[in-house]
């Protein structure tokens, strides 16, 4: 429902599975009959990948394009930061290499301090067409020392409008803090450094309909959305104080990677690597996202009756 900052062309590449895709692409493998030498070959490939992981945690070359933005996205620190401008002129985004079906994600983000009002960070997970699938962070700025709002949103098969917003329990423009996905076939878990504060259960059975077809990418931006962002577009972002700089960084992901047709994961399960796989909320997960609920939660569509005359999404009145 709301603009979203333009997307690039899918990106092409050979090898660029992130490290733990690799190894569970390689588990898979090996229950089937794969050669003795392809197999040393993988084996010492995921030896050294996983020395890669050890030195750099996470590389933005190796698993993410920078799309738009002429200049204004940089990667730094031999590849462990990745930082986004906006100016007058252009915002700034990068996406994933690789298209998951199915993912466990997390992203360390700093997001823009001072007087951020206006200007939009987001960090999602898309699909491709009018019917897509996408799962949203979009983190709405504000002046000097009002707090930011987390936005999120989920779209199936096209259809959005499920939004919830939070405040967060600390100054996300201080320091790094983690968000992330889990996106298994029971669930979708929006995540803050660790706690749940969003859940969304797989109710196809109730005839709604749950991503479960199609392969997203995961997009980043820094955009200008001063017509609904602060204050619902009362408060405009002051250009005296660009660039509005965020920061990116401890990229990390447990996903089957979607190429050609065909899932890294397709053949796997039981592995001890794939337990992302069927993960839900357990008790005190389910205490952390109440938690969240009552003390964060500005706005819930679920609860928005004047939006929804003919009644509330039927997801709203399931368990
Ligand atoms: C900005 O601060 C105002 C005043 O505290 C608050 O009402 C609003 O929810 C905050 N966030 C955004 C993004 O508007």
């Known amino acids: 429902m709301y603009k979203k900052a333009p997307q ?8 660029c599975f992130t490290n733990s895709v690799l190894i569970t692409s390689y588990l898979t493998m090996s229950r089937s009959s794969i050669t003795s030498s392809t197999r040393m070959l993988l084996v010492s490939f995921v030896l050294a990948s996983s020395l890669v992981i050890v030195a750099y945690g996470g590389n933005f070359y190796q698993d993410f394009d920078i799309t738009w933005g ?10 462990e930061l990745l930082t986004l401008s906006l100016d007058k002129a252009s915002g700034s ?10 993912a466990e994600i997390s992203m ?24 897509h699938d996408e799962i949203d962070f979009e983190f709405l700025g504000n002046l000097s020392g009002d707090p930011y709002i987390l936005h999120t949103n989920l779209f199936t098969q096209g259809k959005g409008n499920r939004e919830q917003q939070f405040y967060l329990w600390f100054d996300p423009t201080v320091e790094f803090h983690t968000y992330s996905v889990l996106w298994n076939p029971i669930n979708i878990i929006f995540s803050v450094d660790g706690i749940p504060i969003r859940v969304f259960k ?11 077809s199609q392969a997203m990418r995961i997009y980043c931006s820094l955009w200008d959305a001063d017509d609904w962002a602060t204050r619902g577009g009362l408060v405009k972002t002051d250009w005296t104080q660009a660039p509005f700089i965020a920061s990116f960084r401890s990229f990390s992901a447990n996903a089957c990677v979607w190429s050609s047709g065909t899932s890294s994961c397709s053949t796997g399960s039981g592995s001890s690597n794939d337990s992302w796989m069927s993960q839900g909320l357990d008790t005190t997960g389910q205490e952390k996202l109440t938690w969240v609920r009552n003390n964060y939660m500005i706005y819930d569509y679920c609860k928005d009756t004047k939006r929804f005359p003919q009644g509330l999404p039927i997801e709203c009145s399931l368990a």
């Open 8 to 15: 690039a062309l899918h990106a092409t590449c050979s090898i």
């Open 70 to 79: 002429d200049g204004r996205a940089k990667i730094l620190d031999n590849g």
């Open 108 to 131: 360390q983000l700093k997001l823009v301090p001072g007087n951020s009002a206006g200007t939009v960070t987001a960090y999602y997970l898309s699909s491709q067409g009018p019917a």
């Open 93 to 102: 985004g990068f996406q994933s290499k690789n298209e998951y079906l199915f």
């Open 202 to 212: 797989n109710f196809e059975s109730s005839g709604v309909p749950f991503p479960n």
